[in-house]
């Protein structure tokens, strides 16, 4: 299903701290007492190394939220099971089955975000600091016993966290349905509501952003009369406007033709 380019779109959007935010950069500090405890990733970015948030984690927070989402219509797997009738992957007949044979054996979370047997409609860029304009700080934190409720001595530890900064996001979609391109825009709703939060200690009160500053800019292509495309751009409400009659039920997730279905 994804030989044949039907569609494609791009997504871009500033995605704002609302708050301490913190992604672990999983390197070990304990080598060097001046770095923090744990710090924020960091990647080398316009010949600087500034944090970033990978497109890994972003993807992760937003499939995890679509998965949620679509529990009432239908439960998709477990992506990380070893159980045959748990994950979408040993659905497959590697050997015989075809792109759309995969694709109609898959939960709506795989033909989304795929999965180890089934490419992905969705992709997800890392996303740089906006302008080099960022604020980080230390929280002094301390493990707590879970039997007495009291600090556990010598449990202290002071992760670096993001204070203030703002985030370039990029989602890229193709051969996409517009089910899947509304749920992108319920999750992007629901960050702003407080629902959505990413990056660790989420259940101390970090990871709460806000979006803003939202375009997308979709192609469908075949025969036109200026060309082999058709261009359309518009912001967060003109899409909304687009996609209202859009149904997100147990029968549109099974659609598996494309045609019409570009905004």
Request: charged content about 30%; some cysteine.
């Amino acid at each position: 299903m994804l030989k044949k380019l039907k569609s494609e779109c791009i997504i871009r959007f500033d995605l704002s701290t609302n708050g301490p935010l913190l992604i672990r950069d999983g390197k070990p500090s304990e080598l060097d007492p001046t770095i923090p405890d744990i710090q924020f990733i960091r990647n080398m970015h316009n010949g600087k190394l500034e944090p970033v948030m990978p497109g890994s984690s972003i993807k992760g927070v937003f499939r995890s939220r679509v998965e949620r989402l679509l529990y009432n219509i239908y439960e998709c797997c477990d992506i990380f099971s070893k159980k045959n009738n748990e994950n979408c992957k040993f659905k497959y007949d590697n050997k015989n089955d075809s792109g759309k044979d995969k694709y109609q054996k898959s939960c709506p979370a795989c033909k989304m975000f795929g999965n180890l047997g089934l490419k992905g409609r969705v992709q997800f860029k890392d996303a740089f600091i906006k302008d080099g304009n960022y604020k980080l700080g230390k929280r002094t934190n301390v493990g707590i016993d879970r039997i007495t409720g009291a600090a556990i001595k010598g449990a202290l530890f002071d992760p670096e966290v993001l204070e203030d900064g703002t985030f370039e996001c990029e989602i890229k979609m193709e051969n996409y349905f517009r089910w899947q391109l509304k749920l992108i825009i319920y999750v992007l709703e629901e960050i702003n509501e407080g629902y959505v939060t990413f990056g660790a200690s989420t259940s101390r009160g970090f990871g709460n952003m806000k979006f803003s500053t939202f375009k997308i800019i979709s192609k469908e292509y075949g025969l036109f009369k200026n060309g082999f495309y058709r261009k359309k751009e518009c912001d967060f409400n003109k899409l909304k406007e687009i996609l209202k009659n859009t149904k997100i039920n147990s029968e549109s997730i099974k659609e598996v033709e494309l045609d019409g279905q570009a905004i």
